[in-house]
Nanobody, 126 residues
């Protein structure tokens, strides 16, 4: 079982940047897909992006495409989310997760991911 711990959140002005980290304990396989999601109070958790741990495939929500980049460091067993050109509407709690075995390829459904971290708050001021 993989345990995930997010960090790197904080307060930033609109147009600024932040890099979130997701440290994993336990084995992550090259075929695993790791995802980033976000959730505002009272709203459903939504897909931000995902990466196959081999690094060859990424997927992004339209709302962040061109601004956010997902990467991973195999040696550190860590997933990253580089967020540039941040907007106030990016304010959310950000979570990382691992796609569950047996779920559909390229799924973006929250229910298809597990091993959720505790989340890290990102606040973008206008």
């Amino acid at each position: 079982q993989v345990q995930l711990v997010e960090s790197g959140g904080g307060l930033v002005q609109a147009g600024g940047s932040l890099r979130l980290s997701c440290a994993a304990s336990g084995r992550i396989f090259s075929s695993d897909v790791m995802g980033w999601f976000r959730q505002a109070p009272g709203k459903e958790r939504e897909f931000v992006g995902a990466i196959r741990w081999s690094g060859f495939t990424t997927d992004y929500a339209d709302s962040v495409k061109g601004r956010f980049t997902i990467s991973r460091d195999n040696a550190k067993n860590t997933l990253y989310l580089q967020m540039n050109s941040l907007k106030p509407e990016d304010t959310d709690v950000y979570y990382c997760a691992r796609q569950s075995a047996g779920t559909a390829y390229n799924t973006r459904a929250t229910s298809d991911f597990g091993s959720w971290g505790q989340g890290t708050q990102v606040t973008v001021s206008s």
